[in-house]
Every structure is written in structure tokens, then in C-alpha cells.
């Protein structure tokens, strides 16, 4: 017997299935629930009631600081050292324009990215779920439901008992 | 060391270059070496490549040097202690002269710590009034020349002037003996009193010694046509400032030589049109396309030895007698009429001049007709020979001599026969005959390399001497720098000759002029110093055609093509062969660069089948050569030209293995037009030249306007969306009169000189990398048989919304407030952007590093206030910035405000028609805002709204027939 | 083209049988020798590069063929080509994605990894074709000791932002899609240093649905991001030459002609890659015919647009009435280097036709070889567009002419070294094919299919 545990690890072989039993256990009132897929699964945010990503928002935060810099880069560079190109204004705001294009995708694409991976806790390398056996095949074909320990509802016997009979083909206790 | 000479004297240059030579004889380690440096020279031909080595080489001279001897050139550079009189980085100008032909080219040589640089005309003087030819131009870079003879020689081993001293102490033994019967001097052409003096002198020592002279191309050929038809050897003049009317035939007198920097200057002056005057006309007939039929308004294709016949066909419309009509083309025919009713309306203010190179019997006829016309005296002057020594016998007598070995000793001075004599001569065997022989001579040449003795001449910029202009203008020559080289003067070496023991190098030429100043020599001596010239022309003489002078038309007997020799634009007989910036100087006409061509006619080369570049062989009685040919769109059908200057063996690195030698084929009797024979040769080779294409393609580059309508149709300048940008109180501009330019490539060879212009060499030219910041367009109208041609300067344009600025990434390039259109080279990486939006294409790049090696002599041409550009860097006319600044600091220091003509741009101040007008556009009463004002203003590309500061005046056009 | 993707997939084979045999193909690796008689054929242009480099580095820009007027030549116009090919990368994984384009699901990967090595191929040019390359990062903004800043005004200027901006967001993007399949190929892996390798690279991914939810919204707006990106890049090289006013050049069409044909030349390399690797590694399963279909469709598509630039290049020109437009027009056609410009079309183009016909299109060999055609023939037309309007520009006086030097050829080989080396390294140790995506799209077919 292990002292502390993380959790309870359901395996599904479908979709199907594991979005089923999802929905049975936010039903039965299991709150800690997670699903592990080999692809994105459509619905299964909507069971678990997973909160809408905000990572849009770190998009367009991005986008405008970074064509914001760009602007005032090129108008600074310009008011610092003013000099006469070609009998083109100092500001040419026509020709700024292509740095500012560029930097606004870049500083949105990139803080799109980072705020993912920070948003998700990565890159975590060591993970409890790792441990599982059969946790390796939830990046191939299998589906995998985990109910936390955490879970006020939780209790070994009862949910392991609960997953069996959700139609899980394997139930593991995971350890923390 | 002796086991390398073989090898070296293969190669050429001074004994003395030991290893500057090695590095040019097949040494393994050196091919390796340039092999890793310039991969490129990996790819040449054999030829090719032995020129890239050449060239290479010459740079590396000094590099050589340093390896056996510390080179006293370099020792001589630094201040220890610096002058009082000194201000390091502040120019000096000294009045000297240099010598062309023997003729006086009066300077202004302006020295950096004791380093000549630049040269320009004398203002002051009457010839040049400050304007300057290429040769001028260029000639600073001799001075600097490692290909030298830096020190005396006997068979070419190292010996010293104590060794000649005594050496020419026994040889006056044998002298005396005989009084010099066996005592001859073949000296170049001379117009130096001293040395006139000196001769004198050693006449009076070895009264039965006897004086020759040499000379390959120049005046000496007037000089022949003159004494036949007015019973002595004269110098002309041409008055063109008094002449309507003018016609030439086969006349360069616009073209290089002597004469040139005069004719331009005074045929400019009655060209430009003013209210009260039209314009003097030109008529030119010509064989070959020259500068002179280029500007005419109206040009004559005719063979060269047809010209007799046209000046008689003019002579008999004039009611010359003994002349007939004869037998004439239809545009023949109209084309003599025409002139004949412009010559007849203007009588004596008409002019008829006839080429010194062409035959006898045009100059009589010529001179006939202005007798008739009583231009004679006026437009036409005469004076006794400028250059001499007088009563010389030729070079033909002196030949015989030898070979029947009346001759023991023979002392050449400043000329090279052994290249430059007629190869039918035979002038080097005879010389073997010859028991002691000396050269005396810059460079240990062709003569000097058969020669016994090799006494090297000091360059006129380090030595003391004298000579007279073409109008016979004396000027006292000084040195601008102490010889750098174990060499002496013309005259220390005549005065040895005399018998004196280390002669001072002044003394000869002081005591000529303390008889000619008499009391207050001092005085005048300073002042002819300062002046650099003294006062006094040659007094005109009046001559008159002899009777006996019989008009022999068709001298030019035999059958077969018209074969002309000319001097080389740029190299002229050869002398200048080692000059890098003349050999790179594009010839103008053809832009052919580092070599001579066999221009032919359109028609010729289509009965032979030969493109540019494909050799052909040029047969002249049992003598042949082979060449490459050019096709010269305009030269008449049955005319070939050859060009002197090439082929030399001894030049120095730079020059030698270049072209062909035309010598070897030239007649001895008549050096100038001869009957020969053309065939095509298998073989070709690629010709580098700065411009491939000629034909303007119906642009209107070069726009005309003419009596009708003497003013183009302004064109509105496009609209643009900035705002102006303010512009400081100055505003450059400049303004080209493409109606006074002759092409004569002065302002491309002084901006070379002035801006540190890097030579490239003959590849990099032929893959299009020359370097020069102006460049003059050539371009021609019309069917290629007869064309009209045109010459456009295109220097920068300096646009106000320049695409390059506007293309540059890193700010290298940007605008400054007074408009000028500055390259920051420091700041430039090389992205050539600029150069790809430039519609004119007037920016140039270092492809390579360009720059001499940091022990090259040819640094000290250098200007200081002009950056050297290293690998990578762009750079382009900057409308000569450094004397732009240098004019303020010194409007600064007197606190006043620029004046008109503060800053001259060196192509404006080389010009000698005064064609380039440089100043400030915001002054409205300064001469370029009047010139812009001007009805033929033209814009180029205007319809790309880059506004440039750089514009054009169109050209007029006076349809006067003839044949473009 | 997604009602289509139903039978995209044979539908009669396992998620994990794909899943083991695409991790499969890093972990042991099926075709060694091939793959090993390919590495030193690339290797050995890499070599010829890098002694291009030294050369060109030791001693300056002189050693390629280029001079006044003609200064720019293969160093640009191979940088046009090679950036040209990239965007066909980012076009297939970011364009189809928003179109739900399921059938991309099978190209993407290697497409992206496509792109990333041709920017990079793209990348060196600009550095390599300075005269004094050791200071490219003047083109910065820094506060320098000159005081001096950037030049905002040139497109070369632009161009570095934009190549850099380009690079970098592929990369985000193609490793971002990439994380799962490292997952996957991690818990797949038996032997200790693939377990490590995959276990760090993939950053501890565990397909949690809340990390499913945040990586798909991320991904999803970064292809969003990539398809102007691509756009705004090569229309911002076209700008290199519209910007002058060069007869041939300075003319309003480039933009989107430059974006038309890099994605033609880039579809042609997909397709290239698409039927070699099948081949190869016998991913009949999962590269069908059906792919193939669509590559040649796509490709025909972009060539007749490509085509109507080069139609209305003409017309522009003889439109314009310009008579220095009409000489550049008279130059292509007839010039010179009349042979590049009929090279262009006669290899875009004629093959091309053959793509009308189905049979063609899902015939590996064919496609292979009609893509070939068009990579040598979009390569032409970047000579030709940049060779004939510099050779003969407005002054005839500076009209030259351009010949290529052994070095001008050798740095252009060598990049494709400098491409391929890359490349079979990326296929050797990473999944070339996306694991998941295919699984999911396979999943929603067997959906499809059960009713």
C-alpha cells in the first residue's frame, strides 16, 4: 500500500467510451477529473467543464506591443539621428509599416506559444501519472480517465468500483 | 641571385628589383601564392594570366625592394622634426612644367608634406590658362612609377655614378682624339634652352660630333609637311578665336597632342554661340573617326589618301590655280560646295588645316587655299620650331653610320628608337655595331636594355630644367620633391658629358638664364619661379608657299588599303605605357582599355568576315603584324588605322605584353599613311572595353537643338508626394555642355588623380569593374557606315530623391544639406542595393581590395583628404566633397559667406573647353543657375523624378550635309 | 476539399499500428543504407559550400561573376528561390489547417521541416552576398558607437525582420505541432538515449485534455498568424526589386507574382518530398494517391496563376507604352538571356498540362518528375527577372552583360547540401508524419464510416 496516492487511472480503448464514462463521473460528482488522449478528444472540455483558454487574449496583448515597438522604434531611430534619405520624410510611416507587420505576428505568435506551454505547466518533465504501467499507451490508442485523490468524493474502493463498472478496461491506482 | 637573371631579364624592369622580380619570374611559392589570393587569376588564359601577374607585380615593386635594400623612396617619407615652414595636411603649390614631346606643359604641381599629387594647368599661363590634358593629368603617377630606373647601370649590373664619372672621362679621351667624329647623340625632341646651350658647349669640345633626333609621333611630322610646302620646318598655330569657318581635313586638332589643351580652349571659345555670334562651324573630312569629327557639323568619310584629291576639288572651287575639280562622289560633290560657299562668304575668318599625318599633297593645297583666302597670318600663324635641338640629322642617317661603323660612341637621350624606330631600320642591330653606347632615360627600356650604360633620368617633378610651351613660352622647371632615386638631371648628365665632376643640379639652367635676365637676376628668377613661366612668345614669322612646292596628289602610291598610324590616346608613342591610370583611361570612340586595336571600317569587316576581337593580319610591304580588330562605325571603307604605344617588352610591369607593336611595320619614308594589306588570322580575344554598346537605341540621352528651334520643350518635372527637405544656403549643382565636349577624358583621368580612383587592370575591366567615377558615354546616331557621335559625361547626378539613398539599409549612404548625395564609406557593408536602383549606373564597387600593398609607392599619389577604399565598399563621384569642406573652412577662417567659383570640381577644373560648370543653385546669379535657366537645359531621365543636380545642355545641331 | 478526406485514409488499419509505425521509423530506422548513401551526397555539397564560404570570405564578392551594372545575381536570386520554396511549408500545415483540409494531416510535418531548412538555405544569402559581411548586424537597431541606426526605408532592410520574423515563427509553429508526436515516439522508445532525447524535447507533454484544449487555440491562431506571414514575406522580397526603379522591376503585379510563384515552386518540392518519402519508407498508407491527387491539383493551380503573371508582365509593359519597359520586354523575349525566360516557361509550364489528367496526378514517378521541371524552371525565372532588367538598364552607355564563375555554382550547390543534411537528419530522428493528427483524422473516418 502506498501512503500518499495522486489518484485513480481509468483506461478506455475509444473515444467513445472514455467520453462516456467522463460523463457519468461529473454526474456521480467527481469534481478532479482529467483525460489523457492520444488527439484532442471534441467534447470532453465541455464534461470535464475545463475553463476556456485565454491563450487569444496573450495573442492580441502580443500583437499590439509588438507593433507598438516596432512603431516606436523606427520613429525613435529616426528623431535620434534625423537624416536626409533620399528626400523622403523622417517618419515614413508607409515604410514602417512592413517592420511593424512583421513584429506584430512575431511578438503575437511567440507569446501565443509560451503563454500554452506556461499555462500548461510545461515543460514538466516528471509527472505522477508517468509511473502508471499502461500510461505510455495514452499517446498511442488507449484513453485514459483520472479521478484525483484530492476529490472530496474520492475513495478507493467506491470510485475504482465506479470506473469498472463506467466500462474501463484497466483501473490503476496511481501513486503520488 | 645570377642564376635567377635569365629569368628576370625575361620579365623585364631594373636589375635592381631583384626580388620585386622573383616574385614575377614562374618562383613556385609566388604562384601559389596569388593562386590563393586571387582564385580568380586561376581562370585566365596563359596570357591573361601572365598580365594579372604583371599587374599585380608592379604594386608589389617596392615590396621587392624592401627585400634586397631598404627602398629610399620609403626612407625618405617621415618628419622627424617637421619644418618650420611646414603645416602637415596643408597643401603646397608650386608653378613647374612638365614636358610632352618636348613641349612645355606648364603646371600648378600641388604637394602634401613634400609629396607631389595632383597636377593642373597654370591659370596664368597663355597656352593652357589652367586647363590640362590626361597626359598632365597623369603624370604624377610616373613620378611615383617602381618600374624606375632607380640607379645607374652598366649591363645592367648596380653601378655608381664615381664608376659613369670615370667611365665618361676616358670616353672624352677617345673623343678629343678625333674631335668626336665617332661622338654622336640621338636625343628625343627638346625645347629646353639649357639643354640647347649645353649642346652648344660640347660642340665647341668635339666640334665633328654630330646630333640626331628621334622622334616617334608629335609635331616632327608638321615639321616634314611645312618644309615641303613652305620651304622650312615650322610650328603652326591655329587662331580659331578669329575662324567662322573651319575645315579640316584629316585633321585631329581637337584629338590628343602638344596641341590639344590650345585648340580646345580656343576652338571652345568660338564655338560658343552668344547673341552677337553664331557659333564657329567645323567641317571635317576624315578617314578615322576622331574627337574633331565627332563635334563637327558636318563630317566627310573619305580614305585618308583621297584627301589630296578633296583639297584640290576645294582648292579649284575657290579659284585656286592649278587646281581641278576632278573627279568626285555625289556627296563629295555637295559636301566640298557647301564649304566652299561658307569658306567663300567668310574668307579670311575661314580656316583650312590639313592633318601633320596626312600626305604632302593636301598641306600644299591647304595652304594654297588660305593663301586665297587670306587666313594666312590671321587665323593660321607660324613660328620657328618650338622644339629641337636644331640643324639634328635623322635617325635614318644616324642608322647608316653605324652600320658602316663611322659611330664609337652613342649616347641616347630621352628617347627609346630601339622600340620606337621603324622596324625596317634595324636600329638595335646597328647599335651592336656600336663600341660604347649610353641611355640616358627614365627607364631602363628597350634602349637602355641594349644599351652599356643605363644613366637613369631624374622625373621633371624632381629635377631642375627649361622649356617652352607650343607658343614658345619659356617656363623655368623646379622641382616639387627631392629624387627619391640615385638619378640625375638631363642637364648634370650633359654637363658630365662636358667633363664636370658631380655638377650642381641647378647650375646648368641657373647660368642659361643669368644671360637671359642679365641684372636683377634674382629678382626675375623668383618671379619666373613663382609665375612658373616667362614671359615672351615665340614672334610669329610669315611664310609663304614655295614655288617649288609641287602639288603631287596621290602621293600615297601603290595599291591597297590606306594603312594610318596614330599615336595612342593614351599612351601616345609608348612612353606613357607604364602609367596604370592611362593604360585604364578608356580611349575615346572605342572605350577600349590596356591594349591597341586594328580599327577597321563596317564594310571592310564585313568583306572580311571579322568581328571586334577577331585577329587579323596586317601585311605593309614584306612586314606583317598581328592584331585584333575593331570595327569603327564611321571610319571610311578603305582605311586602316594602327595605333603606336603597344607591344613594348621593357615598359615596366604594368605596360609591357600589351597589344601589338606597330613599329615593327612602319614605313620609314612615310611614317604616317602607307599602302598595306588586311587578312583575317584564326584566334581572337576579348577586348576591354567600358562600353559595349554604342548605338543610343532612339533614347534621347543626348538631346540637340538647332537654329530653328533653339529651345527644347520643358518638360514639367514629375510631381512628388514629400515635401521638399530645406535646403542649406549652398545647393550644388552642376551643368555639362554637351555642345563643347571633345571626349578627351582630361575630367575622367583629374578625377582619378584627385579621388584615389584604384586601377583594376585589364580583366576586372573586361568583366565591367572599372572604377572610374565619371564616366564619358559614347554613343552614335545614325547607320553604323555614318553615324553621328556623341560624348556624354555621367558623373554622379546627385538626385534630390536619390532611389539609391532611399535602398540603403545601414544609413551609408545619405543626403547632405547642401544636396550633395554623400557615400559614407566607413559605414557601407556592401549590400549594392544602391547600385541596383542607381538609373544611371554611375556607382562603383570593390569587388576586391583594390588598394596597392602599404609599401606601394603609388601611395604617395594618394590624396590625404580623400578616404582609400578598402574590399566591399561602394563608392561614386562626390562632387570632389574634400574640396567642397576645404572651401568653407576657408570661407570660415575669413568669416564670409561662400563665393562663386570657391569650389571647382576637378573634372570641371581639367576641362579645357570649359564644359563642366560647377556652383550653387540657390544663387540665382552664379553661372550654373544661369546655364539652368538656358534653353538647352536638359534633364537626364527626367521622367524618373529623381531631380537630379547633375544636368545637361543639349548639344546644337547645324545641318551642314555631309555624312553625319 | 474536406468532404474528400473521408477516403483520404484507407480506413482498415489500427491507430496504433500507425502510431508504431511512424515512431517506428526514428527508432529503428527501416532504409539505413539509402539514408546513409544520401547523407554523404549532401554532406559532400555542404563541404563544397563551406570552401565556397572560405573563399568568398577570404577574398571578397569578386570571385562570383557579378559586376556594375549587374552586382546582384545568384547570391539574390537563389535567396528569392529558396525563400520561395519555404512558404509552401507554412502554406500547407497554416492554410489548410483553417480550412479543415484533413488531407494536409499526412504533409504537413515535413513540409514544415521543409520550410524551416530552406529559410535557413534562404537565410545565409543576405549574409553572404555583402562586401563586408562581418557587419551584418549594422542592420540592427543598437545604439552603435557611429550613432548611427538602421535604414527603415529599405526593403532590405525589411527583409531581414521579415526573414527573421519568418524563421522564427515556423519554428514555434512546427515545434508547437510537433510536441505530442515526441510524446508519443518518448513512450514508445525503448532504447535509454531515445527516451531521454524524446523525454526532454518532448517537454513532459501528457495529452491531458485541459493541455489538448490550450495547444489547439494556440496552434490554431499561430497558423492564423502564418498565412499573412507568408504572404507579407515574399511580398516584401518582390519589394527588393519593385522598389528600384529598374525597367522590368518597378512594377505593382510583383507582390502577389513573387507570392504565386514561391508557392508554386514550394507546392513543386512538397510534392518532390511527398513521393520520394513514401517510396522510401513505404507510407503507401498514409501518403495515398489521393494526396498525391491533391498536390498535383494544387500544383497546377498555383502554376496557371503564376502564369497569368508572367501574361500580365507583358501586357504591364506593353500597356505602359515605357520605352525602357518595352526594351527590358524586348531583352527577356529576345536578349541575351532570352534562354532564361523561355527556359522558365517552357519548364513551369509545359509539363504542367500533364496535371489536367487524373491518371497523371496519382502517379508518384510523374508528379516527381513534372516537379522537378518546375523547381529548375522557377529557378530560371528568378535569374531572369533579375539578370535581364539589371543587364540592360535605362543608360545604354552601361549596359553589360553577366557570366556565373565556378564559385557563383559551387555556393549555389553547396546550399542544397546545406538543405538536405538537415533534412535526412530531421527524418532520422523525428516522426516525418504527424502521429496524432492522423490518428484523429483517421478516428473521425471510422467515424464517418460506422455511421
Redesign the interface.
Known amino acids: 500500500m502506498v501512503e500518499r496516492v495522486y489518484g485513480l487511472l481509468a483506461e478506455f480503448d475509444s473515444p467513445e467510451a472514455l467520453t462516456a464514462a467522463a460523463r457519468k463521473a461529473r454526474d456521480a460528482g467527481y469534481r478532479r477529473l482529467d483525460a489523457f488522449t492520444p488527439f484532442p478528444v471534441e467534447g470532453l472540455a465541455r464534461i470535464l467543464r475545463l475553463p476556456r483558454p485565454t491563450i487569444s487574449w496573450a495573442g492580441l496583448i502580443g500583437g499590439f506591443s509588438g507593433g507598438g515597438f516596432a512603431l516606436l522604434m523606427q520613429c525613435y531611430t529616426n528623431y535620434d539621428f534625423p537624416l536626409n534619405v533620399g528626400g523622403r520624410p523622417l517618419y515614413a510611416l508607409s515604410a514602417f509599416a512592413v517592420v511593424m507587420f512583421e513584429l506584430t505576428i512575431l511578438f503575437s505568435a511567440l507569446s501565443m506559444i509560451i503563454a500554452m506551454l506556461w499555462q500548461n505547466g510545461l515543460p514538466r518533465l516528471n509527472y505522477p501519472l508517468f509511473a502508471a504501467k499502461r500510461f505510455h499507451l495514452a499517446s498511442k490508442d488507449r484513453f485514459f480517465l483520472c479521478i484525483g485523490a484530492e476529490d472530496e468524493k474520492y475513495d478507493e474502493e467506491q470510485t475504482s468500483a465506479f470506473l469498472q463498472q463506467a466500462g474501463a478496461s484497466s483501473v490503476e491506482l496511481v501513486p503520488q | 641571385m645570377k642564376s635567377r637573371r635569365p629569368q628576370i631579364d625575361g620579365d623585364g624592369g631594373g636589375p635592381r628589383l631583384w626580388s620585386g622580380l622573383e616574385e614575377l619570374s614562374n618562383d613556385a611559392a609566388f604562384q601559389a601564392w596569388v593562386d590563393a589570393?586571387?582564385?580568380?587569376a586561376a581562370?585566365f588564359g596563359p596570357t591573361a594570366r601572365r598580365q594579372f601577374l604583371k599587374l599585380m607585380g608592379a604594386s608589389f615593386a617596392l615590396a621587392g625592394l624592401a627585400g634586397c635594400e631598404k627602398s629610399p623612396f620609403v626612407a625618405a617619407f617621415p618628419y622627424v622634426d617637421q619644418p618650420q615652414s611646414e603645416t602637415v595636411g596643408l597643401p603646397r603649390y608650386y608653378a613647374t612644367a612638365l614636358t610632352f614631346d618636348g613641349y612645355a606643359q606648364p603646371v600648378i604641381a600641388t604637394t602634401y608634406s613634400g609629396r607631389p599629387t595632383k597636377l593642373d594647368g597654370n591659370p596664368d599661363h597663355p597656352v593652357t590658362k589652367g586647363r590640362s590634358d590626361v597626359f598632365m593629368q597623369a603624370a604624377v603617377l610616373g613620378l611615383y612609377d617602381p618600374d624606375r630606373a632607380q640607379g645607374p647601370t652598366r649591363h645592367g649590373e648596380p653601378t655608381t655614378w664615381m664608376d659613369v664619372t670615370a667611365a665618361i672621362s676616358t670616353l672624352r679621351q677617345d673623343w678629343a682624339g678625333d674631335q668626336g667624329e665617332g661622338l654622336r647623340l640621338l636625343t628625343g625632341p627638346t625645347s629646353s634652352p639649357t639643354f640647347q646651350h649645353q649642346l652648344d658647349a660640347l660642340r665647341k669640345q668635339f666640334p665633328k660630333m654630330r646630333v640626331h633626333l628621334h622622334e616617334a609621333a608629335g609635331e616632327a611630322a608638321r615639321r616634314t609637311s611645312t618644309a615641303a610646302v613652305y620651304g622650312q620646318p615650322l610650328d603652326m598655330r591655329y587662331v580659331l578665336e578669329q575662324a567662322d569657318v573651319l575645315v579640316s581635313f584629316d585633321d585631329d586638332f581637337l584629338g590628343p597632342g602638344p596641341n590639344q589643351v590650345r585648340n580646345a580652349r580656343s576652338w571652345a571659345s568660338s564655338r560658343r554661340r552668344s547673341s552677337d555670334r553664331p557659333g564657329m562651324h567645323l567641317h571635317a573630312a576624315e578617314s578615322v573617326p576622331s574627337a574633331t569629327g565627332a563635334v563637327a557639323s558636318s563630317r566627310l568619310i573619305a580614305d585618308a589618301s583621297r584627301m589630296a584629291r578633296l583639297a584640290e576639288a576645294l582648292a579649284s572651287k575657290l579659284g585656286v590655280g592649278g587646281a581641278t575639280a576632278g573627279d568626285l562622289t555625289p556627296t563629295e560633290q555637295s559636301w566640298v560646295e557647301t564649304i566652299a560657299k561658307a569658306c567663300g562668304s567668310a574668307r579670311e575668318r575661314a580656316l583650312v588645316t590639313s592633318g601633320p599625318l596626312g600626305d604632302v599633297g593636301t598641306a600644299i593645297w591647304v595652304a594654297r587655299i588660305n593663301e586665297t583666302l587670306n587666313s594666312a597670318g590671321r587665323c593660321l600663324q607660324f613660328m620657328q620650331p618650338i622644339t629641337g635641338p636644331a640643324d639634328a640629322g635623322t635617325l635614318k642617317a644616324l642608322v647608316a653610320d653605324m652600320r658602316v661603323g663611322k659611330v664609337h660612341t652613342l649616347v641616347i637621350i630621352g628617347c627609346n628608337p630601339a622600340y620606337t624606330a621603324p622596324g625596317g631600320l634595324g636600329f638595335a642591330e646597328a647599335l651592336k655595331q656600336t663600341r660604347s653606347t649610353l641611355h640616358v632615360g627614365l627607364q631602363r627600356d628597350e634602349t637602355g636594355e641594349l644599351c652599356e650604360w643605363q644613366l637613369p633620368l631624374a622625373h621633371e617633378l624632381e629635377s631642375w630644367s627649361d622649356a617652352r610651351a607650343v607658343d614658345g613660352t619659356a617656363s623655368i622647371i623646379q622641382p616639387t620633391i627631392i629624387p627619391f632615386y640615385d638619378v640625375r638631371s638631363v642637364h648634370q648628365i650633359m654637363a658630365m658629358l662636358l667633363g664636370e665632376i658631380d655638377p650642381a643640379a641647378d647650375a646648368a639652367v641657373r647660368e642659361t638664364w643669368k644671360s637671359a635676365f642679365g641684372d636683377d637676376f634674382d629678382g626675375r628668377w623668383r618671379q619666373a619661379l613663382h609665375d612658373g613661366f616667362v614671359e615672351g612668345a615665340a614672334p610669329a614669322v610669315s611664310a609663304t608657299v614655295s614655288s617649288t612646292a609641287a602639288p603631287s596628289a596621290r602621293s600615297a602610291a601603290g595599291e591597297g588599303l590606306d594603312i594610318v598610324f596614330r599615336p595612342d590616346p593614351t599612351v601616345w608613342d609608348g612612353s606613357f605605357a607604364n602609367i596604370g591610370w592611362l593604360q585604364e583611361l578608356p580611349k575615346p570612340l572605342t572605350t577600349l582599355t590596356w591594349g591597341n586595336v586594328i580599327a577597321v571600317s563596317p564594310a571592310l569587316a564585313k568583306r572580311l568576315d571579322v568581328v571586334n576581337g577577331d585577329h587579323v593580319e596586317l601585311a605593309i610591304g614584306d612586314r606583317n603584324l598581328v592584331g585584333p580588330t575593331w570595327i569603327m562605325p564611321g571610319q571610311a571603307e578603305n582605311t586602316v588605322a594602327v595605333f603606336l604605344g603597344y607591344g613594348r617588352s621593357q615598359a615596366g610591369r604594368v605596360g609591357n605584353q600589351l597589344g601589338y607593336d606597330a613599329y615593327r611595320i612602319r614605313p620609314i619614308d612615310q611614317p604616317w599613311l602607307a599602302k598595306g594589306s588586311l587578312r583575317k588570322t584564326d584566334g581572337s580575344e576579348t577586348l576591354a572595353v567600358t562600353?559595349?554598346?554604342?548605338?543610343?537605341?532612339?533614347?534621347d540621352?543626348v538631346r540637340e537643338v538647332t537654329a530653328e528651334h533653339p529651345t527644347l520643350p520643358k518638360a514639367d518635372t514629375p510631381t512628388?508626394l514629400?515635401?521638399?527637405?530645406p535646403s542649406s544656403k549652398n545647393a550644388w549643382g552642376m551643368v555639362i555642355d554637351l555642345d563643347l565636349c571633345i571626349g578627351c577624358n582630361a575630367c575622367v583621368a583629374a578625377c582619378t588623380a584627385e579621388n584615389n580612383v584604384p586601377v583594376v587592370g585589364k580583366e576586372?575591366v573586361s568583366?565591367?569593374?572599372e572604377m572610374h567615377w565619371l564616366?564619358i558615354?559614347?554613343?552614335y546616331t545614325g547607320d553604323v557606315e555614318t553615324p553621328r557621335s556623341f560624348f556624354?559625361p555621367?558623373p554622379c547626378m546627385h538626385?534630390?530623391?536619390?532611389?539609391?539613398?532611399?535602398?540603403?539599409?545601414?544609413?551609408a549612404t545619405?543626403?547632405?544639406?547642401e544636396g550633395v548625395n554623400q557615400m559614407v564609406y566607413n559605414?557601407?557593408?556592401?549590400?549594392?542595393?544602391c547600385?541596383?536602383?542607381c538609373?544611371?549606373?554611375v556607382?562603383?564597387?570593390?569587388?576586391?581590395?583594390f588598394r596597392a600593398p602599404p609599401d606601394s609607392p603609388t601611395h604617395a599619389a594618394h590624396n590625404p583628404d580623400v578616404t582609400v577604399r578598402s574590399?566591399?565598399?561602394?563608392e561614386k563621384c562626390t562632387y570632389c566633397t574634400q574640396r567642397i569642406e576645404a572651401a568653407h573652412a576657408t570661407a570660415d577662417k575669413e568669416n564670409r559667406p561662400l563665393r562663386e567659383g570657391d569650389v571647382v570640381t576637378a573634372c570641371q577644373a581639367a576641362c579645357p573647353t570649359k564644359a563642366i560648370v560647377f556652383g550653387n543653385i540657390n544663387d540665382p546669379n552664379s553661372e550654373v543657375s544661369r546655364l539652368r535657366r538656358d534653353g538647352r537645359h536638359y534633364v537626364?531621365?527626367e521622367e524618373?523624378g529623381?531631380?537630379p543636380r547633375t544636368t545637361y545642355l543639349a548639344r546644337w545641331r547645324d545641318d551642314d550635309g555631309g555624312q553625319g | 476539399m474536406s468532404d474528400r478526406s473521408a477516403d483520404i485514409l484507407p480506413v482498415r488499419q489500427s491507430m496504433g499500428g500507425i502510431s508504431d509505425q511512424l515512431t517506428g521509423i526514428p527508432l529503428h530506422f527501416p532504409v539505413e543504407r539509402r539514408w546513409l548513401i544520401a547523407m554523404l551526397f549532401a554532406s559532400l555539397l555542404l563541404l563544397m559550400l563551406m570552401v565556397s564560404v572560405v573563399v568568398l570570405f577570404a577574398e571578397g564578392v569578386g570571385i562570383w561573376g557579378i559586376n556594375i551594372p549587374v552586382n546582384w545575381a545568384f547570391a539574390i536570386h537563389n535567396y528569392v528561390w529558396w525563400l520561395g520554396i519555404g512558404h509552401a511549408g507554412t502554406l500547407i500545415s497554416a492554410l489548410l489547417l483553417l480550412t479543415q483540409s484533413e488531407w494536409r494531416n499526412s504533409l504537413n510535418r515535413f513540409a514544415e521541416t521543409m520550410t524551416l531548412f530552406a529559410v535557413v538555405c534562404a537565410g545565409i544569402y543576405p549574409v553572404l552576398h555583402l562586401g563586408r559581411p562581418w557587419y551584418i548586424y549594422w542592420m540592427f537597431p543598437y545604439p552603435a558607437t557611429m550613432d548611427v541606426w538602421p535604414q527603415f526605408r529599405s526593403p532590405l532592410e525589411w527583409d531581414i525582420w521579415a526573414v527573421l520574423t519568418y524563421l522564427t515563427v515556423s519554428f514555434a509553429f512546427w515545434y508547437t505541432g510537433l510536441i505530442p508526436d515526441l510524446a508519443a515516439a518518448r513512450d514508445r522508445a525503448t532504447k535509454r538515449s531515445w527516451q531521454i532525447f524524446f523525454g526532454i524535447t518532448s517537454l513532459g507533454w501528457r495529452g491531458s485534455a485541459a493541455h489538448w484544449q490550450r495547444w489547439s487555440q494556440a496552434y490554431r491562431l499561430t497558423a492564423g498568424l502564418a498565412v499573412p506571414l507568408v504572404v507579407s514575406v515574399h511580398s516584401e522580397v518582390s519589394l527588393l526589386f519593385a522598389s528600384g526603379q529598374i525597367p522590368g522591376w518597378h512594377s505593382t503585379i510583383f507582390p502577389p507574382y513573387f507570392v504565386l510563384g514561391a508557392a508554386f515552386s514550394g507546392f513543386a518540392v512538397v510534392s518532390i518530398i511527398a513521393v520520394s518519402l513514401r517510396s522510401w519508407f513505404g507510407l503507401y498508407n498514409l501518403v495515398t494517391d489521393d494526396h498525391l491527387d491533391l498536390l498535383g491539383m494544387v500544383l497546377l493551380a498555383t502554376g496557371l496563376m503564376t502564369a497569368y503573371g508572367y501574361v500580365f508582365e507583358v501586357f504591364d509593359a506593353l500597356y505602359s507604352g515605357d520605352a525602357h519597359e518595352l526594351q527590358t520586354l524586348a531583352d527577356r523575349l529576345t536578349g541575351a538571356y532570352a534562354w532564361t525566360y523561355w527556359g522558365a516557361i517552357i519548364f513551369n509550364f509545359i509539363p504542367l498540362q500533364a496535371l489536367w489528367w487524373r491518371e497523371v496526378r496519382r502517379t508518384g514517378w510523374a508528379l516527381l518528375l513534372i516537379s522537378i521541371a518546375v523547381a529548375i524552371g522557377m529557378w530560371l525565372e528568378r535569374y531572369m527577372i533579375l539578370v535581364t532588367s539589371l543587364y540592360r538598364d535605362f543608360l545604354v552607355s552601361s549596359w553589360s552583360k553577366f557570366t556565373p564563375t565556378f564559385w557563383d555554382w559551387s555556393t549555389y550547390f553547396g546550399t542544397i547540401g546545406l538543405f538536405l543534411v538537415p533534412f535526412l537528419i530531421a527524418i532520422r530522428v523525428i516522426p516525418l508524419i504527424s502521429i496524432f493528427e492522423t490518428e484523429e483524422l483517421l478516428h473521425e473516418e471510422k467515424e464517418k464510416t460506422h455511421g
Open positions: 589570393e586571387y582564385p580568380t581562370e562600353q559595349l554598346h554604342h548605338r543610343m537605341e532612339g533614347f540621352f512628388s514629400y515635401p521638399p527637405w576586372q568583366v565591367g569593374r564616366r558615354a559614347r554613343y556624354q555621367v538626385c534630390e530623391q536619390a532611389p539609391c539613398e532611399m535602398g540603403c539599409p545601414v544609413h545619405t543626403h547632405s544639406p559605414r557601407c557593408i556592401g549590400t549594392r542595393t547600385s541596383s536602383f538609373p544611371y549606373k556607382r562603383r564597387f570593390n569587388f576586391y581590395d574590399r566591399g565598399v561602394m537626364l531621365l524618373l529623381t531631380r
